[in-house]
């Protein structure tokens, strides 16, 4: 995923941002998807399933073992499956701005030692070169030095920023976090 790719996720995301402390980091959760579909395929050893749309297309998903109703599913049940999606912005004075880092596999190892089931994690540090609160418009550089211009979803997520301030991303997209059979 290109760095303006990655970013544009990052910024159309709502965030909750917090009143007491505008250094804090900026934390959201939402649904990325919710796909129903009739299963082709369960993998028992593995916790992943192959979900096919009315579309058409093939969706590989992993389930958790805490969704108990995963032992239940078998090839030609139809189900609703809820993945979601988490960024975390947060000021970093004078951070080096990075490119894009695919952070997947550190997040995968857990705090402790144990799994994690993290699909995705990606992380970059960019520097604010404008922010237009009445449009929900901001500008902003990575380390390879192009300017990007993005319009925001929830103008909370700009809301404070300045020309100059280092915000560091992150992006994390994990396993499915409902699953429910449908009759």
Excluded: C
Aim: glycine share 6%.
């Amino acid at each position: 995923m290109g760095f303006r790719m990655f970013v544009a996720w990052l910024l159309v995301v709502p965030a909750a941002l917090s009143a007491q402390d505008p250094a804090a980091p900026r934390v959201t959760v939402r649904d990325v998807a919710v796909v129903t579909g009739r299963i082709d395929r369960v993998d028992p050893f593995s916790r992943s399933l192959v979900l096919r749309t009315a579309e058409g297309p093939a969706h590989n998903l992993y389930v958790g073992p805490e969704l108990k109703i995963f032992n239940e599913l078998r090839p030609g049940d139809s189900v609703t499956v809820r993945i979601t999606e988490s960024v975390v912005v947060a000021l970093r004075p004078n951070a080096k701005t990075t490119v894009v880092e695919d952070k997947t596999a550190a997040a995968n190892k857990g705090a402790g030692g144990a799994a994690a089931d993290v699909l995705q994690q990606l992380k970059a540090t960019v520097t604010v070169e404008s922010v237009d609160a009445a449009t929900g418009m901001i500008t902003y550089k990575g380390a390879d030095n192009r300017s990007v211009m993005r319009m925001v979803s929830d103008r909370r997520l700009i809301e404070g920023l300045k020309r100059g301030d280092t915000i560091e991303v992150t992006y994390t997209r994990e396993r499915a976090i409902a699953l429910t059979k449908n009759p």
